[in-house]
């Protein structure tokens, strides 16, 4: 449950309209039901934790991951799949977590970024991050195949492109770099993490939680259940009901939710030459504390 009936109507009403009108229309819409929907207020108040990214950088597969964990555990049946606050609903031992992109930065230019996290004071945060080289790569198709905003934009294009791009990424996860004492708890969890160690990271994620006692038995089902491979295979298929894990057209493998979900690979696509620029902002601005030594 990520957004309310007026939020659902309003989104449903610009994805049918023409690409130019999408272009022009959807960013903004996005950024003004992020911040002033009283429905989103509502849930950010009797949230217990909060699960926030940048898109691209494992949300969904964290989500999947949190939620095949705790179904396990508790026993839940017929839950809807990815939904991860409809849980609590359903059991009440299970915390009430709150999944979203926090501030939209996708559509924002890093002006436009808020820089303060006043929301989540006192408040339990997990904040997943990857390389943004790797994330500029799979958002551009994001944007242009999967939600078709501005679809001719090349990638080479959408990397410098003022709005949303690698230059808000790197704004982004600064401000949350300056705020990370602002929650009364944080766990900052790396893409390249999930890869390394899955275990690890899913253990850590229920974990920080407040679910210590799930075994390692659910963990690796958790784990097993939602390896990149067969979330993509399941995706192909049409077992998933809700959109969010619906492939942008069948026939596009790159329209896919579940695309490649790979470390490193912007290599293969990306010009040596923005490779190199990227890197370079990334040396010398980029806070430290995200550990990516370039």
């Known amino acids: ?67 095949t964990a705790f179904t396990k555990h ?11 606050e409809p849980l609590a609903d359903l059991d009440p031992r299970v915390p009430r977590i709150r999944p979203f992109h926090d501030d939209a930065p996708h559509w924002r230019r890093p002006e436009q970024l808020r820089t303060h996290k006043r929301r989540y004071a006192g408040r339990r945060v997990l904040l997943l991050v990857r390389d943004p080289r790797d994330v500029v790569v799979s958002l551009h198709l994001q944007v242009t195949r999967r939600w078709k905003v501005d679809p001719t934009m090349t990638l080479d294009e959408f990397i410098w492109h003022p709005r949303g791009s690698f230059r808000t990424m790197i704004r982004y996860y600064n401000i949350w770099a300056q705020n990370r004492h602002v929650p009364s708890d944080l766990l900052l969890m790396r ?19 407040g679910v210590s006692d799930v075994t390692d038995e659910t963990i690796r089902a958790a784990v097993d259940e939602n390896r990149i491979d067969r979330i993509r ?39 040596a030459e923005d490779v190199a620029r990227m890197t370079a902002i990334m040396r010398e601005e980029l806070d430290p504390w995200y550990g990516y030594r370039v």
């Open 191 to 209: 893409y390249e993490d999930m890869h390394a160690d899955p275990h690890a990271a899913v253990r850590s994620m229920v974990d920080f939680m």
């Open 233 to 271: 295979v399941r995706e192909a298929q049409g077992e998933y009901a809700t959109r969010r894990l619906q492939p942008g057209d069948p026939t596009d493998p790159d329209s896919f939710k579940a695309r490649k979900g790979e470390v490193g690979s912007f290599r293969e696509v990306v010009r």
């Open 1 to 67: 449950m990520s957004s309310g009936p007026v939020d659902k109507v309003t989104m449903k009403l610009v994805a049918a309209t023409p690409a130019a009108f999408r272009s022009a229309v959807h960013p903004s819409t996005s950024r003004f039901v992020e911040r002033w929907s009283p429905y989103r207020w509502y849930l950010n108040q009797r949230a217990d934790a909060f699960l926030l990214w940048f898109p691209k950088t494992g949300g969904t597969w964290a989500r999947m991951q949190l939620h």
């Open 74 to 84: 508790f026993g839940i049946v017929g839950a809807p799949p990815l939904e991860l």
